[in-house]
């Protein structure tokens, strides 16, 4: 999906850094799904998938800030968008409902968007 860039000599990409990306376009490959092409500073496109991440507010000609979050053996480059409300050791979650089962307590707790 992403063609090596780490050896070409353009620029050094690290796994746990934040990039920004330019979303061109969405589309849909042989596995059926959308996707959100993103492009990079350097004009290389990545994909990420676009269910995965709707709530994520992502559109067309925006800019989205993505974690390179690995980067496997054959150069391939896998972006998790930086989540838009969430940020690492704050999370915001509500307690919907708190059930009794014998010993056991069962909390169903929702995040700000809904999902539980």
């Known amino acids: ?3 090596p860039v780490l050896n070409e000599g353009i620029f050094r990409i690290e796994e746990g850094s934040v990039l920004s990306f330019r979303v061109l376009n969405i589309v849909k490959l042989q596995d059926n799904r959308d996707y959100y092409i993103l492009e990079d500073l350097y004009g290389v496109k990545h994909f990420i998938d676009a269910e995965m991440y709707a ?3 992502i559109e067309i000609g925006n800019q989205v800030k993505c974690k390179v979050a690995k980067i496997n053996c054959t150069g391939r480059i896998m972006l998790e968008p930086v989540h838009p409300i969430y940020s690492k050791g704050k999370l915001l979650l509500s307690v919907v409902a708190v ?3 014998g010993n056991d307590t069962i909390m169903i707790i929702e995040d700000i968007l809904k999902i539980r």
């Open 55 to 57: 709530n994520f507010g």
């Open 1 to 3: 999906m992403t063609r």
């Open 99 to 101: 059930n009794k089962a």
